[in-house]
């Protein structure tokens, strides 16, 4: 357990900054895929999902669309006459996005452009959905005021991120715990967001804000490591000064411990939040 190869979940932190200039784009593909397949955010997806097909949109923007996997699903949920774009900065994911949408290219178009400066005239979407992209931007704010600005009054955005500063994984020094959890925070450009997203709604004049917290609870080591990338954190750590080989070795022997013994716990808070642009 806690092999040392290097997991997809690595470039969940760093690589979705600038996909295109990773190192390895077909990573961030694959750590998408991951993501989607476990039924927390699958399920937080689907909720996303009813919250725009609700509205009925015409028009709907998906925002920081990566490989396309919410287009496809959003797409028959939604009125035979609604179109929906994806947007994306990574030209890699966007290409991937296009197989991936072939069957709905009826409906489905691509955008290149960045978030901060979406090239779309104001007013034309009814709804808007942006998840977990504002994470890994510098300027998160920014994000939501373009997004608000391209929606129609009346319009409804929906996000979804996390706040890292929740993250826990149970280990028998709590000291070192808390050393790695806020590592592995503040490698994200924007890691605490998710506790933020009402406030900035309220910011950028949406109103009706709603906002439910989404926890996520692994008690499977394999999966965690996974998800929070461990075996890589713990490598990045060490490489920064932060942990010895020592305390690597313990920590590895406390959570292999753990996990043998049906005693592993870890997980995290997530909000998910939606606003209506005033008419």
């Not at 592993?264 to 998910?272: E, I, K």
């Amino acid at each position: 357990m806690l092999a040392p190869e290097k997991s997809p979940q690595q470039y969940l932190a760093t690589g979705f900054r600038d996909v295109d200039r990773s190192g390895d784009t077909t990573a961030c593909t694959r750590c998408l895929d991951l993501l989607s397949d476990i039924p927390f955010f699958h399920a937080v997806k689907e909720e996303s999902f009813r919250i725009i097909a609700g509205t009925e949109p015409e028009c709907v923007l998906d925002a920081g669309c990566g490989a396309g996997n919410d287009l496809c699903a959003l797409a028959p949920l939604l009125p035979p006459s609604s179109r929906i774009a994806g947007l994306d900065a990574s030209a890699t994911l966007l290409s991937t996005a296009a197989e991936r949408t072939a069957s709905h290219r009826d409906r489905c178009f691509l955008l290149r452009g960045d978030l901060t400066h979406i090239p779309c005239r104001s007013g034309v979407f009814d709804a808007c959905r942006i998840d977990r992209v504002l994470q890994h931007t510098p300027d998160p704010e920014q994000v939501i005021r373009e997004l608000v600005r391209v929606l129609e009054p009346g319009g409804t955005l929906v996000a979804f991120d996390n706040d890292w500063d929740t993250l826990s994984i149970g280990m028998s020094d709590t000291k070192v715990a808390g050393r790695l959890t806020r590592f592995w925070s503040a490698s994200f450009a924007s890691g605490r967001i998710g506790k933020d997203l009402a406030d900035i709604f309220h910011s950028a004049g949406l109103s009706d804000i709603h906002a439910e917290p989404k926890i996520l609870t692994l008690t499977d080591l394999s999966l965690a490591e996974k998800v929070f990338d461990i075996p890589a954190l713990l490598g990045r750590m060490k490489d920064a000064g932060h942990f010895s080989d020592g305390e690597i070795t313990a920590i590895k022997t406390d959570l292999a411990r753990r996990a043998n013994e049906g005693t592993f716990t870890s997980g995290y808070t997530a909000y998910l939040v939606w606003g209506r642009k005033t008419d």
